[in-house]
């Protein structure tokens, strides 16, 4: 258990290809590591680190300052910080935001989470999008390079690894309206708070299912529709939830998937996922409707993706939308089947609010099949 500490002490960050940066401690004391990854967001840090899809992951904000407004209760997307460290380039020793309940460093230290700053850290983003995605771990207690490299070697590769199971609900819930219009049922492979807010705003009562139910476990709800929440991890490691999902299709109920829902999706066509370079992580990201032809800015969060040739093969499957950095799958819908779904989150908190439009789309297919 990492313990309480002021700031300012020695940290250090050491990369699996052995790249090496010293800086400064903000947080709790302590040793953690993870796959590395960053995030070009400027705001919205709360709601980022709380995101239960970082889940097994040291996070790089790019951003110039982070915790120039402080942190809010209400900031969040889970119980408590998701991600197992923090790396930033300055840190801002006051906050501005009146309504405020903390500082970024006081928070950290309540949720034991290891951050270092005094980072180069455009440098070292640069050395991702070049090298690609890696293992790293952060240190307030480890000074020579043989002790971080022991501890470096503990940490598990992403690739093959389901950590869904360490952020889903353990027992089903209930939220929102019980009289509401509609019933969805959503499988909770580390849901954000946002997404349930916004089904539940759409006259919707929700039931939340722990990720390994199985499909007369969710239809015992007697839903309207489905929801197939994110998460963290890899979905090739996930065959139990894509065995529910081909269940949940056979059923002919209206379905939606976001990010890790969208990929187990694809894999329940035979589209295979596979590990991404260096990910897509932030609220920027040009993506365009190709049913529409309209282009969005989405915020996105996301290691894993699914296999452009195969989806454009597949007889079953419709490519709706792409990236416009790369190329890359944004989203799918079943061509004879009331089911969709995108690999960026339409939710955007934070980001902005132009694919929003798709819960409103979720709806408007459970009306038409109800």
Request: hydrophobic residues 35%.
């Amino acid at each position: 258990m990492a313990a309480l500490q002021s700031p300012h002490k020695p940290a250090w960050l050491l990369l699996e290809d052995g790249t090496y940066f010293t800086g400064k401690s903000l947080g709790a004391s302590g040793t953690s590591g993870g796959e590395l990854c960053f995030n070009t967001g400027m705001t919205g840090y709360q709601e980022v680190f709380t995101d239960p899809s970082y889940f097994g992951q040291v996070l790089i904000m790019n951003t110039a300052y982070v915790g120039n407004y402080g942190v809010k209760k209400e900031d969040v997307e889970s119980g408590g910080i998701k991600i197992k460290a923090l790396v930033c380039k300055n840190i801002s020793n006051r906050y501005s935001r009146m309504m405020a309940d903390a500082s970024l460093e006081e928070y950290l230290i309540q949720n034991g989470i290891v951050a270092i700053y005094d980072v180069d850290t455009r440098a070292l983003v640069q050395h991702i999008r070049s090298k690609g995605a890696m293992n790293a771990i952060v240190t307030t207690e480890l000074m020579e390079k043989t002790d971080l490299k022991k501890e470096l070697d503990k940490v598990p590769n992403m690739r093959g690894l389901d950590l869904t199971k360490e952020v889903t609900t353990k027992e089903p819930y209930f939220f929102g309206n019980e009289n509401a219009k509609y019933r969805i049922s959503v499988l909770d492979f580390g849901v954000k708070q946002s997404m349930l807010h916004l089904l539940s705003s759409h006259d919707a009562y929700l039931k939340v299912f722990p990720g390994t139910s199985s499909a007369t476990e969710i239809f015992a709800f007697k839903p309207d529709g489905i929801f197939i929440s994110n998460g963290p991890g890899d979905p090739g490691s996930m065959d139990y939830a894509v065995s529910t999902i081909k269940e949940i299709l056979a059923s002919e109920k209206p379905l939606f998937g976001i990010c890790l829902g969208h990929q187990l999706l694809a894999r329940a066509y035979d589209v295979p996922t596979f590990k991404m370079h260096h990910g897509h992580r932030g609220l920027n990201h040009p993506v365009k409707n190709l049913i529409t032809g309209k282009s969005e800015i989405t915020t996105q969060n996301h290691g894993f993706g699914v296999d452009e040739k195969a989806a454009q093969q597949s007889q079953e499957i419709e490519v709706t939308h792409i990236n416009l950095n790369d190329g890359s799958i944004e989203g799918l819908r079943v061509k004879n089947k009331p089911a969709f779904s995108v690999q960026y989150h339409p939710e955007s908190t934070p980001g902005p609010h132009d694919s929003r439009y798709l819960f409103n789309n979720f709806i408007q297919l459970i009306e038409q099949n109800k």
